[in-house]
């Protein structure tokens, strides 16, 4: 139905987001189905599976269709993006303290805490690391088109 991205930080971003030209009916709703009613639309609006949808109305148009999925890419996927690049502090962050705890229950005779607290860690940087590695396959992309 509609756009997927499946960029570096499509595993952070997670699957919930869905864009689309969803179609504004007469009585002001939104919809993404194609009925005999929607036939009547009155314009495209950007919108996300997630739930969010722009606020400008564009014409019930071919242009107005590829407008509005513009828009999802351009505002929202591009904040989800924006907001995902700005988490690695604080996940480095939250690795340090997770790890501080781990060793903090080997200490005090808690290994199985450690190994379950470990675990979940293993997990989280697992997904950080694949992250990273889309981040240099997508630079490498880059530098093999000239930068473009
Ligand atoms: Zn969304």
């Known amino acids: ?9 499509a595993e ?26 929607a036939a009547d639309f ?17 014409p019930p148009t071919d242009d107005g269709e590829i ?3 513009g828009e999802w890419h351009q505002t929202h996927l591009q904040e989800l993006i924006a907001k995902a690049e700005a988490g ?6 939250c690795v340090a303290v997770r790890a501080r705890v781990v060793a903090g229950h080997v200490a005090s005779g808690r290994p199985d805490m450690a190994a379950e607290i470990a675990a ?12 990273a590695q889309e981040l ?9 088109r000239g930068g473009v």
């Open 120 to 131: 979940r860690l293993e997990g989280e940087v697992a997904t950080w690391r694949r992250t």
């Open 42 to 58: 009155t314009g495209y609006v950007a919108a996300c599976s997630c739930g969010w949808h722009g606020s400008v109305d564009h």
């Open 1 to 9: 139905m509609g756009t997927v991205y499946a960029g570096a930080y």
């Open 88 to 93: 690695w502090p604080s996940w480095a962050e």
């Open 12 to 37: 952070l971003i997670g699957a919930d987001h869905e864009g689309y030209a969803a179609r504004r009916l007469p009585d002001g709703s939104l919809t993404s189905t194609w009925t005999a009613q």
């Open 67 to 69: 407008a509005a999925a």
């Open 136 to 144: 240099a396959q997508e630079a490498a992309q880059s530098l093999t």
